[in-house]
């Protein structure tokens, strides 16, 4: 997998160059980190680093000091992550080496399900490689370690975010402090396609502009190219997909305001 084969065409968004070092259509299809500031959340982890987009530090440094005032340790569970490691996740799920489950939670029996009941049950909780948003370095799930019960390890679960769970602190400071730094929820309902995923912030500035970006045709030929399992009836099926899975998100993040902090350059 190289980046050549989807860096072409980026003419008709000429006024995205800045939003990173060149090559758009490798950044939206994960293929490159270029655009990512990789750092550790933790000192007692050095080692361990999550990556966001260069240009949303500022105004996630800002989130993290706003929680901090008010007794919410904020850190990121999932930021970047590349086209290699989602297709990792995708046939792990497609061959049944990790659980697939459906949108109660039930784990299902891959056997008794079509090929294309197979994608569109891991599309509910798993993105496509090369259309997900967490390439794109703008997106990130995050959560309160300091919020946690002490037994308790995050499953990245709604109940966890709503009002009885122990993340409910982190959703009612989110929905006050999230938008004005210009942040928006894309999965803040189950509209058909994916599951709600309340801890899926997306920083609006960064995310409209891959999103009007992000181009079909590029991403059948990256995915033609690799050995996604399923890979014909993804090709065969990929306008459904793109439109039930990819596009179909909170319609809100278009009328984001624009945000406080410093949003061109950290
Ligand atoms: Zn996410």
Redesign the pocket.
């Known amino acids: 997998m190289n980046s050549e084969t989807s860096s072409n065409n980026v003419s008709d968004v000429s006024d995205l160059n800045n939003i990173a070092n060149g090559n758009l259509q490798a950044q939206i299809l994960g293929l490159t980190d270029s655009h990512i500031h990789y750092f550790a959340q933790n000192a007692q982890f050095p080692e361990t680093k999550v990556g966001i987009h260069q240009q949303v530090l500022p105004a996630f440094q800002a989130l993290v000091a706003k929680g901090k005032d008010v007794g919410i340790t904020i850190e990121i569970a ?1 930021g970047f992550r590349s086209f290699e490691r989602q297709l990792l996740i995708w046939n792990n799920k497609y061959t049944g080496k990790t659980a697939v489950k459906n949108i109660d939670g039930e784990t299902l029996a891959l056997a008794e399900l079509s090929s294309l009941e197979i994608i569109q049950s891991i599309l509910l909780f798993s993105a496509l490689p090369g259309a997900s ?2 390439h794109w370095g703008c ?3 995050i959560y309160a370690p300091n919020l946690l019960p002490k037994e308790q390890s995050l499953q990245l679960e709604p109940w966890e975010y709503e009002p009885t769970g122990p993340m409910a602190i982190l959703t009612e400071f989110l929905a006050k402090e999230a938008q004005p730094l210009g942040f928006y929820f894309p ?1 803040d309902n189950y509209r058909g396609g994916v599951a709600a ?1 309340p ?2 912030l997306s920083y609006a500035p960064l995310a409209n502009k891959y999103q009007q970006a992000f181009d079909m045709s590029t991403l059948k030929q990256c995915l033609n190219e690799t050995d996604i399992k399923g890979k014909n009836i993804i090709i065969n099926e990929l306008t459904n997909i793109v439109k039930q899975f990819v596009l179909n998100i909170n319609p809100n993040n278009l009328s984001t305001a624009t945000p406080a902090t410093g949003a061109t350059r950290g």
């Open positions: 999932s948003r967490h997106d990130i799930d999965y995923e801890w899926h």
